[in-house]
């Protein structure tokens, strides 16, 4: 039997339920509740190295994209920060100039072109959109977070 390929999900929610959801993905529940989006091949260095390039997109370089460490009980969860998830959200409606072309594909061309990605610019742009609307899913007033639980 081969082992799973790894992925890493990501997901709006509150620091409890993250932490739940966390300890059944850690204790090998890989089932898929649709209410994130689960991202084949791809680990937290991926999604940070996202972060930069969605950064950079959106005229904000040099903005704090290191995912972090939640809590003791998973070192397989992270959490987002602010002005990634800012960030994102400013993704999909952010009006570049004309020569620049839409901030998505531009975005989702880039990460393609990383280093051991497992899908082409297309699947990626898919994601990138996918991501930028869950951080625009974001609810501060409910206590809400853009996680990522990356693991194998």
């Given at each position: 039997?081969?082992?799973?390929?790894?992925?890493?999900e990501v997901f709006v929610s509150t620091h409890a339920?993250?932490?739940?959801?966390?300890?059944?993905?850690?204790?090998?529940?890989?089932?898929?509740?649709?209410?994130?989006?689960?991202?084949?091949?791809?680990?937290?260095?991926?999604?940070?190295?996202?972060?930069?390039?969605?950064?950079?997109?959106?005229?904000?370089?040099?903005?704090?994209?290191?995912?972090?460490?939640?809590?003791?009980?998973?070192?397989?969860?992270?959490?987002?920060?602010?002005?990634?998830?800012?960030?994102?959200?400013?993704?999909?409606?952010?009006?570049?100039?004309?020569?620049?072309?839409?901030?998505?594909?531009?975005?989702?061309?880039?990460?393609?072109?990383?280093?051991d990605l497992p899908f082409d610019a297309r699947e990626?742009?898919?994601?990138?959109?996918?991501?930028?609307?869950?951080?625009?899913?974001?609810?501060?007033?409910?206590?809400?977070?853009?996680?990522?639980?990356?693991?194998?």
């Open positions: 039997m081969s082992a799973p390929s790894p992925f890493a339920d993250a932490l739940a959801r966390a300890a059944r993905l850690d204790a090998g529940d890989t089932s898929d509740d649709g209410a994130g989006l689960r991202l084949p091949g791809v680990s937290d260095y991926e999604i940070e190295q996202l972060g930069s390039l969605v950064g950079a997109a959106v005229h904000a370089p040099g903005g704090d994209y290191e995912l972090t460490m939640v809590d003791v009980a998973s070192d397989s969860l992270l959490a987002v920060p602010a002005s990634m998830v800012r960030a994102l959200a400013e993704l999909l409606a952010y009006e570049s100039g004309e020569e620049e072309g839409d901030a998505v594909e531009r975005v989702a061309s880039a990460w393609a072109e990383q280093e990626a742009y898919d994601y990138v959109e996918q991501l930028a609307k869950l951080a625009a899913d974001v609810d501060d007033s409910d206590h809400q977070e853009l996680f990522v639980w990356a693991g194998t």
